[in-house]
T-cell receptor, first 116, second 109 residues
Framework: GAVVSQHPSRVICKSGTSVKIECRSL??????MFWYRQFPKKSLMLMAT?????????EQGVEKDKFLINHASLTLSTLTVTSAHPEDSSFYIC????????????FGPGTRLTVT | GQNIDQPTEMTATEGAIVQINCTYQ??????LFWYQQHAGEAPTFLSY??LDGLEEKGRFSSFLSRSKGYSYLLLKELQMKDSASYLC??????????WGAGTKLIIKP
């Protein structure tokens, strides 16, 4: 149990376009989802925390208008990178936490975004 | 501020034992996690410690000392597939994970 999927696994887009990444909890209801990005050989950097039905809480330095997060249901959260630029190229990972769990996070497989 | 320190890289021999250390400073504490991450993949959960002491799970064990702000991950009978990055993460009072930069473990035959 506790499987989280992400789609797409890899995406290449042109500078100036927008890209949507989906994160789904397949066999549990995720009250909280987290979005991370990771640069090569660097640690995970938390971008935002989203709770179902409410606005996401963004970490300092993360532009909420550039990285749009929607947690519309208990099994789906989306991250849209708007007007992407080459510096947005990164590995984006989501994780989900179920109800009744204070600590356990289940990670999706990640999405490799390359902006050309 | 909040901070996690772990070595950048370690090398060990197949069949041997390796200990990866992690020290942490967080605002409040709700447990210490270890994750394994292979290149290009998402992290996978290895262990969670919230009480002092050693937790053993097969070839992997994790230790925590809350008074020292210290943890280690012990890997026994190393296999080539254990070559990966090992991430230490501490959970603060808001149940947010504070991540270390990871320790790249290289296993040599």
């Amino acid at each position: 149990g506790a499987v989280v999927s992400q789609h797409p696994s890899r995406v290449i887009c042109k500078s100036g376009t927008s890209v949507k990444i989906e994160c789904r909890s397949l066999d549990f209801q995720a009250t909280t989802m987290f979005w991370y990005r990771q640069f090569p050989k660097k640690s995970l950097m938390l971008m935002a925390t989203s709770n179902e039905g409410s606005k996401a809480t963004y970490e300092q330095g993360v532009e909420k208008d550039k990285f749009l997060i929607n947690h519309a249901s208990l099994t789906l959260s989306t991250l849209t990178v708007t007007s992407a630029h080459p510096e947005d190229s990164s590995f984006y990972i989501c994780s989900a936490r179920g109800p009744g769990s204070d600590y356990e996070q289940y990670f999706g497989p990640g999405t490799r975004l390359t902006v050309t | 501020g909040q901070n996690i320190d772990q070595p950048t890289e370690m090398t060990a021999t197949e069949g041997a034992i390796v200990q990866i250390n992690c020290t942490y400073q967080t605002s409040g504490f709700n447990g210490l996690f270890w994750y394994q991450q292979h290149a290009g993949e998402a992290p996978t959960f290895l262990s969670y410690n919230v009480l002092d002491g050693l937790e053993e799970k097969g070839r992997f064990s994790s230790f925590l000392s809350r008074s020292k702000g210290y943890s280690y991950l012990l890997l026994k009978e190393l296999q080539m597939k254990d070559s990966a990055s090992y991430l230490c993460a501490a959970m603060d009072s808001n149940y947010q994970l504070i991540w270390g930069a990871g320790t790249k473990l290289i296993i040599k035959p």
